[in-house]
């Protein structure tokens, strides 16, 4: 899932406006003095509106799906 889907899943499951959720996502950023990305506020954003986005493949991978050539996971 693109962060413009999760995005799109924020919006549908929370009712916020686009408008709203670009005005959370800064603040999100800004409350970690940007120490966190628009990806992990978005993720935190979800995590407090109980918005789930496991399966989603946006967020966690456990070290048993980690398979060879994947780059860039955490």
Not at 5 to 20: H, I, P, R, W
Not at 24 to 38: M, W
Not at 64 to 73: A, F, S, T
Request: charged content about 30%; some cysteine.
């Amino acid at each position: 899932m693109q962060e413009h889907d999760v995005f799109e899943k924020l919006m549908k499951e929370t009712g916020l406006s686009k408008d709203k959720l670009e005005t959370c996502v800064s603040e999100k950023i800004g409350e970690f003095s940007g120490l966190v990305s628009r990806e992990g506020a978005l993720f935190l954003i979800a995590k407090d509106n109980g918005v789930e986005l496991e399966g989603t493949g946006f967020g966690r991978i456990k070290i048993g799906q980690i398979k060879p050539g994947m780059n860039d996971v955490c």
